[in-house]
C-alpha cells in the first residue's frame, strides 16, 4: 500500500474549529449521482422551491432509469411523500453549476437558498446540543471523500479525544448513526440523509 492509498486519519475538533473550516465547492452534497444515489433531499416542498429561482424548480427529484441501479438518472416529477421527512429523495439542483475541475459551484451562492443548504455537515439543527451531550458526533461525510470534513469527528471541548497526547487523533473510532440522540435523528433526514440511519459500520 502506497502511502497515497494509506486511510486518511480520523481527526477530532470542536464543533467551532469545524466551522472555522471552509467548503472547498467540491459540490458532491448537491446532486445525488455524485454520490450514486447516498445522499437525497428530505422534506421536499411541493413547489420545489420556485420562489427561490425565478419561477423555475430549484430542486428536481431524479430516478434512475430502467438500467436499474446502473442505470443514468433523469428527472421525474414531484409526488405526494417527496415532502415528508421521512422520504429520502435523490435530487438535482437546477443551480449546480459542474465545473471543467470536477467540482461544482452554487449559482445562486449571493441569494436566499433553501436553508438546508448551509447545514451540511456542521451548521445542522441541534447539533450544538447533541455533540455536548455525546461528546463525540461522528460527522455523516463517508460517502464524501472530497469534502472538507471528511473523516471528521465533532467532539465536544475538554473531551479526552482532544487530548494532545492521550487523544485519539488517527483513531478508527466510529459513532454509529443509530446511536446519536433522537433530536439528531429527526434533523437528519431534514439536511439531506436517508430516513433511516446506515447500519454501523466502519468508513
Ligand atoms: S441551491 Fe446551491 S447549495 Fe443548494 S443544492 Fe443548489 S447548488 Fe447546492
Ligand atoms: S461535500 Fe463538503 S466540501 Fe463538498 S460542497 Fe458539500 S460541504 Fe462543501
Given at each position: 500500500m502506497s502511502l497515497d492509498d494509506a486511510p486518511r486519519p480520523r481527526r477530532y475538533?470542536?464543533?467551532e474549529a469545524a466551522r472555522a473550516l471552509d467548503c472547498n465547492g467540491c459540490g458532491d452534497c448537491c446532486d445525488s449521482s455524485r454520490t450514486d444515489g447516498f445522499w437525497t433531499w428530505g422534506a421536499l416542498p411541493r413547489d420545489q422551491y420556485r420562489p427561490l429561482m425565478d419561477g423555475g424548480p430549484l430542486i428536481i427529484p431524479v430516478a434512475r432509469s430502467?438500467?436499474?441501479w446502473d442505470g443514468a438518472w433523469g428527472d421525474r416529477d414531484w409526488r405526494p411523500g417527496d415532502d415528508s421527512d421521512a422520504t429520502p429523495t435523490p435530487f438535482r439542483c437546477s443551480a449546480f453549476r459542474p465545473q471543467p475541475d470536477g467540482r461544482g459551484l452554487c449559482g445562486i451562492h449571493d441569494r436566499e437558498r433553501p436553508s438546508k443548504c448551509g447545514e451540511f455537515p456542521v451548521h445542522m439543527v441541534g447539533q450544538d446540543d447533541d455533540v455536548e451531550a455525546r461528546g463525540v458526533m461522528h460527522?455523516?461525510?463517508s460517502a464524501f471523500p472530497r469534502c472538507t470534513w471528511f473523516r471528521?469527528?465533532?467532539v465536544a471541548a475538554a473531551h479526552p479525544a482532544?487530548?494532545?497526547q492521550r487523544g485519539c487523533v488517527d483513531s478508527d473510532g466510529y459513532v454509529a448513526l443509530h446511536a446519536l440522540p433522537p433530536s439528531m435523528l429527526a434533523a437528519w433526514p431534514r439536511?439531506?440523509?436517508?430516513g433511516r440511519p446506515p447500519a454501523a459500520r466502519r468508513d
Open positions: 475538533l470542536t464543533l430502467e438500467g436499474g460527522l455523516e461525510t471528521m469527528d465533532a482532544l487530548h494532545p439536511s439531506g440523509g436517508t
